[in-house]
């Protein structure tokens, strides 16, 4: 119900932009996160945003990456900029219904959907 795609290999400094695409649901209707996952560790936090378009990051991610969402095309985004080699890492979105006013999770409990990732690769 969830493709990420967009990522790929880029050059520090540089700028990439995932997409989450859903089908079969209305993504307007549920709160979306995304996670990045190394091997060998634990799947972690990077940003999310709610209904409302409320948004939280991770510090990691903050100043640096935009999380955004187009109801109208069903999907989310994760714009990011000045990346470094240490956000290289598999890419993943998560969705869950909410209500409205529900903050924006940051946990990995908090979704319940997820897509299959895309890798990121940011070479020094």
């Known amino acids: 119900q969830l493709h990420a795609s967009g990522g790929g290999l880029v050059q520090a400094g540089g700028s990439l932009k995932l997409s989450c695409a859903a089908s079969?649901?209305?993504?307007?209707?549920?709160?979306v996160g995304w996670f990045r996952q190394v091997p060998g560790k634990e799947r972690e936090f990077v940003a999310a945003?709610?209904?409302?378009?409320?948004?939280v990051y991770a510090d990691s991610a903050k100043g640096r990456f935009t999380v955004s969402r187009d109801n109208a095309k069903n999907t989310a985004y994760l714009q990011m900029n000045s990346l470094k080699p240490e956000d290289t890492a598999v890419y993943y979105c998560?969705?869950?219904?909410?209500?409205?006013?529900?903050?924006?999770?940051?946990?990995?409990?908090?979704?319940?959907?997820w897509g299959q990732g895309t890798q990121v690769t940011v070479s020094s």
């Open positions: 998560a969705a869950k219904r909410i209500i409205m006013t529900v903050a924006p999770g940051t946990g990995r409990r908090d979704y319940d959907n």
């Open positions: 079969r649901v209305t993504l307007q209707m549920f709160g």
């Open positions: 945003i709610n209904r409302m378009g409320s948004t």
